[in-house]
Structure formats: C-alpha cells, structure tokens
C-alpha cells in the first residue's frame, strides 16, 4: 500500500501542493485528476523519488521516500508525460538498453524482452527505430520501459495525450490488462477514460485534494438537479398543468417539434428524486403516446468541472 500523509511542495514562495493525504490500495486502478496546475506531476514526481517532498511523508508499505529512494524506485515503473525514448534506437535496441540501468540480464533479460513485447503489442515494431513509430507505438514503447523490471506499482502521468481514438482505446485496454496484476495510478485529462479503466478516483484543484472515491460515488454525491426528456405523440395540451403536481419536478420546458407529429417535454428534476415511474404513470392516464423518454445523469465531467471551475476561473 501507498501511505501518502501531509504532503506540501514548495517551488520557491509557490506553493504547488497542499498539505494532501491519500492512500493507493494494493491492486487499484487510481484515478489522479486536477486541472493544468493542480499539483498532479509534482506530486507523481515526488512518489517516483524524483524530487523531494517540502513537507510531509510518502510511505510504500514499510520503505519511506526519504530513507528509501532505491528500493521505492525498484518497485515503481514510470511514465512521465514525455516518454524517455531515444529516438535514434530500435525499440529492440532501447528495451536492452533499460534493461542495462535495471541490471536484467542473460535468461531474464530475454525472458522480460519477449513479454513486453507480446503484453504491449510491439511485435510488428520491434526492430524499428523510435523515430518512425507512431505516437501510439511510442507510448506501448513507454509503458514497455516502465514494466520490463516487473514493478508492483506502475504510475502513468498523461499515457495517451496526443493519441488518436483508435491508439487511446488500445492504451486503455492495455492499462486495464495490466491492472489486473499491478497497482496502478493513472493521470489523465480524458474523464472518459477514468470512468471505464479506474476502481477510484483523486481529483486535486489548486495542489488541494478537493475529492476521493468511485466514479459512481463521486458521481451520486455531486448530483444536482437532473433532467428527464420526453417526446409525446399528437396533442398534449394541459401537458404543463398535468406534470407539475408531480413530486420532484421543479421546471417544465414544452417544445413542438417541426414536424407537428410529436412534441418534446423537457422536466428539470429536483435533488433525490425520480419522476419517470410518475411521468409515465400520467402518461398513459392522460392516453398520450411516448416515442422516447430518458433521464440526463451526471457525469464524471460534470463532476470534475464542479470540483475545479474555482482554479479553472
């Protein structure tokens, strides 16, 4: 486990991070979200022993990031943003090359080579040059360097910024394979991506933790008012007058649409409640037709919006 307690940096007077406290279970997919600014790379870079802490301590398990900057780094694989790649080697040539400053050699060296490149699907690359891969190549090639050591704990800061859909669906399916054996804490800005690959989620603002828990948790604690559309067959006068007594329903929006068949009704919901099961109810009894009806949830942008529109403004 990662025991982070009372963590604070300083950048001369700036204070970049905030006195923050969180733990990183064994086995979990994190989520480490915040705005540009926020503290997220200073605080990965103070977890991977880069840099020290201003204050405050990181513990993984029994080691500390004072005392213990080796064995942390032997645990840890690493991805910065900018992927440490030399462009002027063949990913064969580069993966030999970091498994020299990780001391794998003879069987092992060979054994950990021809798994990196079947977990990360570098087969169709391996003796190409850096240079000439693709931005997703390179990324599968960063996350290979970050593995080969057989880490515990693999920390990616931003592992598919720049990638186009097809490439960040690859990574993320990667990074969900991967964490079926490893802990990993993810840093990205794709909220979408949070939501489909982490167990948890840590949203800083302003080198504060502002929120911590599931994407569904986050979600239901910071749900407002929700809004609830439906298109109706025919003629729906008294449409108004019928949904207003319902409990829940704060604000009723009624549109024609072009096309005089259907009209749509938008019903902005208070705060725990649900009005569908009434809406129909009403419904049938007035004998109106419903072509659709759905209810708009919140999302996990809406959330991180929320959370970080003070830093953002």
Known sequence: MIK?????????????????????????????????????????????????????????????????????????????????????????????????????????????????????????????????????YRQRVGIAQAMIHEPDILILDEPTVGLDPNQIVEIRNLIKEVGKEKTVILSTHILSEVDATCDRVVIISSGEIVADGSPAALRGEMAGESYVSLELKGNVSGVEEAFSVIPGVEKITVSPDNDEIATRIGINVMKGYDVRENVFKTTVNKGWTIFEMHQEKKNLEDVFRQLTQSQEG
């Open 4 to 136: 982070i307690q009372n963590l604070t940096k300083y950048y001369g007077n700036f204070r970049a991070v905030d006195n923050i406290s969180f733990d990183v279970r064994d086995g979990e997919i994190l989520g480490f979200l915040g705005p540009n600014g926020a503290g997220k790379t200073t605080t990965l870079r103070m977890l991977t022993c880069f840099m020290p802490p201003t204050e405050g301590q990181i513990f993984f398990n029994d080691f500390t990031v004072y005392d213990d900057s080796l064995e942390i780094r032997r645990m840890v694989g690493y991805l910065p943003e900018n992927a440490p790649l030399y462009d002027y080697m063949s990913v064969k040539e580069y993966l030999d090359y970091i498994c020299d400053l990780r001391d794998i050699g003879g069987a092992k060296r060979t054994e950990r080579m021809d798994k990196m490149v079947e977990i990360c699907g570098l087969s169709p690359v391996f003796g190409r040059n850096i240079e000439e891969l693709s931005k997703g």
